[in-house]
């Protein structure tokens, strides 16, 4: 079936490292890819999408490549922020509805 | 602009007690709508989805249920909480179901 599958929290960086989330999607069709962020408290907001192969995504530094050959949607950011902390979902849409992964918390340490 | 209300936001219940959250959408007509469920720590649990008034598709079997009475309006309800109830309650939006927007959801403690 549909699945999204991300790698394993918490994924714990310095002010100003660079950030990879890894994200592998089941290649049944040619989905939407989405990433959603979770601050503390709150509901997700959509962070970036990409809608076919090789689209890239981006918003507020940071990027992902819809790459159809690796079924990767991998989230990028060249230099991170405390206030990126956060939790990270990965998403493909299935027929009316999205498969998130299971999410990624993010910790920027100062 | 599209914007999501949910309410309320915290609630404390005991168990046995009854459930009523709701959901409404401004700014778009016939959005599908969907209540998540995440417990603490944990990922979304995808409860119910509704492409119009009065579809409701139910994705986990469970004491809970969902109405939408309304184009904009979604309720999830329950009529004897469970302690595994407790949870953050998400409702979300979407067009032609691409990306969904969510709202700010609302913690459930039941005690």
């Known amino acids: 079936g549909n699945s999204v599958t991300q790698m394993e929290g918490p994924v714990t960086l310095s002010e100003e490292a660079f950030l990879t989330i890894n994200c592998t999607y089941t290649a049944t069709g040619y989905p939407s890819l989405f990433w959603y962020v979770q601050y503390p408290g709150e509901g997700l907001q959509l962070l970036l999408k990409?809608?076919?192969?090789?689209d890239k995504g981006s918003n507020k530094g940071f990027e992902a490549t819809y790459r159809k050959e690796t079924t990767s949607f991998h989230l990028e950011k060249g230099s991170v922020q405390v206030s990126d902390s956060a939790v990270y979902f990965c998403a493909r849409d299935s027929s009316y509805k999205l498969i998130f992964g299971s999410g990624t918390r993010l910790l920027v340490r100062p | 602009s599209q914007t999501i209300h949910q309410w309320p936001a915290t609630l404390v219940q005991p168990v046995g007690s009854p459930l009523s959250l709701e959901c409404t959408v401004e700014g778009t007509s016939n959005p599908n709508l969907y209540w998540y469920r995440q417990a603490a720590g944990r990922g979304l649990q995808l409860l119910f989805y509704s492409v119009g008034i009065g579809q409701i598709s139910s994705e986990v079997p469970q004491n809970l249920s969902a109405s939408r009475p309304q184009d904009r309006q979604f309720i999830l309800s329950s009529k004897k909480l469970l302690l595994s109830d407790s949870g953050f309650y998400l409702c979300?939006?979407?067009?032609?179901?691409?990306?969904?927007?969510f709202g700010p959801g609302t913690r459930l403690t039941v005690t």
């Open positions: 979300a939006w979407s067009v032609q179901g691409l990306e969904q927007y």
């Open positions: 990409a809608t076919k192969a090789d």
